[in-house]
């Protein structure tokens, strides 16, 4: 039997309206019962694939599809064209933007799974990385001034302070 999935309502007020959402808790990934629930999940999967004997065909299939090239809708400013897109690599671009004048490309990146993402400023009129990094933000989210030179991110917010 497939394991419950505790409903813990949270309700947020969007634009004039109440939007509910039972499984918030499951967002925080290191608290015990999401550990607990992830934790029998995985039981339950094992349990269901291991029962068709399926798990070395399935691991080789998905291994397959991971390494298969992805690529996205193109953004763009001026006359400059963004593609994001997998290639296979260890590496996960975890978003990506274009300065307003088209020259700066503003992305963060994480490495096998990790949910830590580093942001990297890239330069294309000198087609190199520069130096600027920012390390270890959860989820990257930034706002591109319209100077093109600078940008705004987030820090993250201890628990409890808002």
């Known amino acids: 039997m497939h394991p419950k999935t505790e409903i813990r309502p949270v309700v947020d007020r969007i634009h004039g309206h109440e939007v509910i959402d039972p499984y918030r808790w499951l967002e925080e990934g290191e608290s015990p019962a999401t550990h607990e629930w992830s934790a029998q999940q995985r039981a339950f999967t094992a349990h269901t694939i291991g029962q068709y004997g399926m798990k070395a065909s399935l691991k ?20 400059t064209l963004l593609y994001q897109g997998r290639d296979g690599q260890p590496a996960h671009v975890d978003r990506a933007d ?13 490495h096998q799974g990790d949910k830590w993402a580093t942001l990297k400023v890239y330069d294309l009129d ?15 989210r930034w706002l591109l001034f319209p100077d093109s030179q600078d940008f705004l991110h987030p820090l993250p917010t201890p628990r409890g302070i808002s």
Do not use: N
């Open 98 to 110: 274009l300065s307003h004048d088209g020259r700066y490309v503003l992305f963060g990146i994480s």
């Open 60 to 79: 080789e299939r998905f291994g397959h599809l991971k390494e298969r090239p992805e690529i996205h809708a193109p953004t763009g400013r001026q006359d």
């Open 126 to 140: 000198q087609q190199k990385l520069l130096g600027d990094r920012i390390q270890r933000r959860v989820t990257p």
